[in-house]
């Protein structure tokens, strides 16, 4: 089976499935990426495991703009990619896979359509993260997904929302969105115990830890987490607790000035880090917070687990069905102050319990796999290939 993957965008994440799945069809896989878009460093990282079947190209040409907040179907954005159908076919797939509906997808969809080449499709969005999706992206959906053949959703929100679109069941496998779990372990082994306490003291990080990693954009719930970490620091009173935000983005000045203005000197920002050294971080942390108020799956959420921490979860966060259980984190409500505010207290409350859910974390984590990714996208591929024989 020859394979083609068309992404307009990916990050390190998907280096080790993309590996997974050229071995698994023995060399037979090529990825087209948009090289003006794709950070250097995620670049070499796919050609070192593709050689030159990772084929970047550039000049794309759009109309539109996506929303700097992240928020999903606030902006659009149609590209077009000069020479990214005529490379496709040069590599004659019997399978296109494509990211989404929209992006790249159009090359996948045209030659279904024209060429009957078979398309599966891997999804991310949920109910939620669609709760205002336009008519027209909807009808666009629905129009579509005559011409997709097999789906591979993330996790359970995700297989809901593509079913209310009217996809069957009977082609839809689940788990390809997975983090690079086994290279962040290797990573956080090599971190001595010395190293985590001397990096703890420079940040001034004190007690219980709670770590958020990410962007800092209205989407990701970061000020929530702040009004209510006001609060909580508030009525913990003596109780020693830091909450350590690793991440840069638009919102970084306006985060400073509320912890400036509330005296949250417990609070401490360290700015964009580089992916590769996340890990000393995740060492430094006792529990993991993600207040996010929209995502489809949070992969910071798998390697924080990775790295055996337990997990405080949004409710608005489409993978906690599958990752975030009793014995590993909570599930809360950003938008509820209170809510939050209980559920950091609680956290602290039951410190004695963190490092056992921080072990149920990475059992739990060890099911999600890049191995585990390319089994339910392969099956993808065969349930797509059936449907044309």
């Not at 009977?170 to 990096?199: F, L």
Request: with cysteine; proline share 4%; glycine share 6%.
């Amino acid at each position: 089976m020859r394979v083609v993957w068309v992404t307009r965008s990916f990050l390190d994440y998907r280096i080790p499935v993309y590996d997974e799945l050229c071995r698994r069809l023995d060399g037979q896989f090529t990825l087209f990426y948009n090289a003006d878009y794709v950070p250097d460093r995620v670049c070499r990282k796919a050609q070192a495991v593709l050689g030159d079947r990772a084929i970047g190209l550039q000049g794309e040409l759009h109309i539109g703009c996506d929303r700097w907040d992240g928020m999903a179907n606030k902006g659009i954005r149609i590209p077009y990619q000069r020479g990214l159908i005529k490379a496709i076919l040069k590599e004659k797939p019997d399978v296109v896979i494509s990211d989404g509906f929209f992006q790249w997808t159009y090359a996948a969809l045209w030659l279904r359509a024209a060429r009957r080449i078979p398309h599966v499709m891997c999804y991310e969005r949920t109910a939620h993260t669609e709760r205002n999706a336009q008519w027209y992206r909807r009808a666009y959906r629905k129009l579509t997904m005559r011409w997709i053949d097999a789906m591979c959703c993330n996790g359970k929100l995700c297989g809901e929302y593509v079913q209310s679109l009217g996809f069957l069941p009977d082609r839809i496998t689940y788990g390809h969105m997975t983090a690079d779990v086994e290279t962040i372990v290797e990573k956080v082994n090599q971190v001595a115990e010395q190293q985590v306490q001397q990096k703890r003291s420079e940040l001034g990080l004190q007690g219980v830890v709670f770590l958020y990693v990410g962007r800092l954009i209205p989407l990701k719930g970061v000020m929530q987490l702040l009004e209510a970490w006001r609060i909580f620091s508030r009525e913990a009173g003596n109780a020693r607790c830091s909450l350590l935000i690793v991440g840069g983005g638009p919102q970084e000045a306006e985060c400073g000035a509320y912890c400036i203005e509330n005296d949250l000197d417990n609070v401490r920002f360290t700015g964009s880090i580089d992916y590769d050294l996340l890990p000393m971080y995740y060492r430094c942390a006792d529990v993991f917070v993600m207040p996010t108020l929209e995502d489809n799956w949070s992969l910071v959420v798998p390697e924080a687990m990775a790295c055996g921490l337990p997990i405080l979860c949004s409710k608005y966060n489409g993978c906690w069905p599958e990752l975030v259980r009793p014995e590993n984190g909570w599930v809360f409500d950003p938008l509820d102050v209170s809510d939050t505010v209980n559920i950091l207290a609680l956290c602290l409350s039951k410190r004695e319990l963190l490092q056992s859910m921080g072990e149920a974390s990475r059992r739990i984590v060890e099911n999600h796999t890049a191995s585990q990714a390319a089994n339910a996208i392969m099956e993808a591929c065969s349930i797509a290939v059936k449907r044309h024989q």
